[in-house]
């Protein structure tokens, strides 16, 4: 019996090991399954997560893409809408008919009707930073150039603290280059006068006598003898001779110079809409043109555009709290560049070294930095913020005072979109005149002129505001310019050509702020008693060091 006990125990706990290890196994099959289970889990979900950032990325691809059709379609159909309207004026006959002519018709209708559509079209539209800076991204930029001006500020009080042992506020500088500025405004006050009287009473006497004259041709050669003899006596020389004998200041003769050239492209853009206006009138035998009242043409003066119209697109109100905010911002870049040329340049240039080659790149490339923020602060300064602060003071409706020259892949496109206002005046005025009086057959010519007038109007101002002829800028236009116009043209695409224009940009500002803060320093430390014609056009700098 006992044996047979122990038979039975022992069966007992081989069958309880055996079912022991049997859910032992199940459930090592059940933890594998479930781990195969997770891992094929996982393996799906990155599928999922990699399918997402695939489908996003395409998404994105596909919204920029949809964007820049957006973008060519509207500003297509834009350029539809202004030429249309530009000839709804002209002939209603056409706006009507149009539809029902043939090819052949219409070419011939372009031909012979006038070509209103090929003039400067001004629309209201906003300046292209306004928009840019209602995006966060742009406007951070905007306060990282704010944050560095308060670096600069800081960086002064603190030097001036280690070296004279208390905080020191000194506008020195600023209190120099504006000197004698009541004389600038007595100056500038004769200057606006002139242009806004005599211009107008000639063109007024000329549109009065001309219909009745027996030598036409004889009275209207003497009218344009006195409008050149005003230009080059009263707004040319009669100025630059104040700016000289008196020695005025680099700032205030600025002041002077700019609105010296401002005045003559005006007076010249008046004179050269209303003549022909008034020409083709009475070779048609009709009255229609009447001579133009004082008052657009004084308001004209004001405008920030160098195209006369009789009339403009305003704004319907005048948004105060804009004007101040530019008019502070013109402030802000003011002393934004006194900070610069005080913390950058003036400790650079103060003591000169003997002019040699290695003095000349170290100069350029550390010259670049200050040399970009000028040029970037001038740019903010006068093209946005002065031209939109006087724009909305005179509700003035159209805005686009520059397009987007930094996106430039051509130095032909940023010569285009740098100074838009400059930019028209030369294109419709000398570049379409010279095409017009040669039969457009001299289209190089023509950009040759217009390279040689704005490089010889540059240097002339530069030569006159810094007392000193060195004509950096002017062989910088006329070689590299002209060059780099041709060579980097619009056909050259892609973000290379960007870099390769930025690149350029940035090694001429710097060229131009070392070779002329060096001559700048050695006129005033190697002056000359009684120095001859040769040696008022030699660079001081190239033989003065200290």
Known sequence: MEDEDENEGRCTRRGSGKALRSKEWHSTEAQREQYNANCKGNTELEHILQKKLLLRRKAEILKAELMHHLDSQMEEFMDSVMKETSTLGSSTLNSHFSPFLTDKERAKLRRTSPSQGQCKQFVIRRSLLDELFEVNHIRTIYHMFIALLILFILSTLVVDFIDEGRLVLDFDLLVYAFGQFP??????????????????????????????????LLFTALFGVLLLLYQGLGLGFLPTYIVLSNALPPASRFILILEQVRLVMKVHSFIRENVPKFWSSKRDGTNSVAIPQLTPYLYFLFAPTLIYRDSYPRNPCVRWSYVATKLLQVLGCLFYVYYVF?????????????FDLRVMVLCVFNSILPG????????????????????????????????????????ANYY????????????????????????????????????????????????????????????????????FNFILHD????????????????????????????????????????????????????????
Not at 385 to 402: H, P, Q, T, V
Not at 421 to 445: E, T
Not at 453 to 473: D, K, N, Q, T, W
Request: charged share 10%; with cysteine.
């Open 183 to 216: 004389l600038v405004v007595v100056t500038w006050i004769c200057m606006f006068i002139s242009a806004l009287v005599f211009p107008y009473m000639l063109l007024h006497l000329w549109a009065v006598v001309y219909p009745t004259s027996h030598h036409r």
């Open 372 to 411: 970009v923020l000028v040029l970037f602060l001038g740019f903010f300064a006068f093209l946005h913020c002065w031209l939109n602060a006087f724009a909305e003071m005179l509700r003035f409706g159209d805005r686009m005072f520059y397009k987007d020259w930094w996106n430039s892949t051509s130095f």
């Open 342 to 354: 005080v913390r950058l340049c003036i400790p650079q240039f103060r003591s000169l070294q003997l």
């Open 491 to 546: 056909r050259r695409k892609g973000p290379v050509w960007n870099v390769i224009m930025w690149t350029a940009l940035f090694l001429g500002q710097g060229v131009l702020i070392c070779l002329y803060s060096q001559e700048w320093y050695a006129q005033r430390y190697c002056p000359l008693q009684e120095p001859s014609f040769l040696e008022l056009l030699k660079p001081r700098s190239w033989t003065c060091y200290s």
């Open 416 to 483: 285009r979109t740098w100074n838009v206002v400059v930019h028209d005046w030369l294109y419709y005025y000398i570049y379409r005149d010279f095409l017009w009086m040669s039969q457009k057959r001299f289209r190089a010519a023509a950009m040759f002129i217009v390279f040689t007038v704005s490089a010889v109007v540059h240097e002339y101002v530069l030569a006159i505001c810094f007392g000193f002829f060195y004509p950096v800028l002017f062989c910088l236009f006329m070689c590299f310019g002209m060059l």
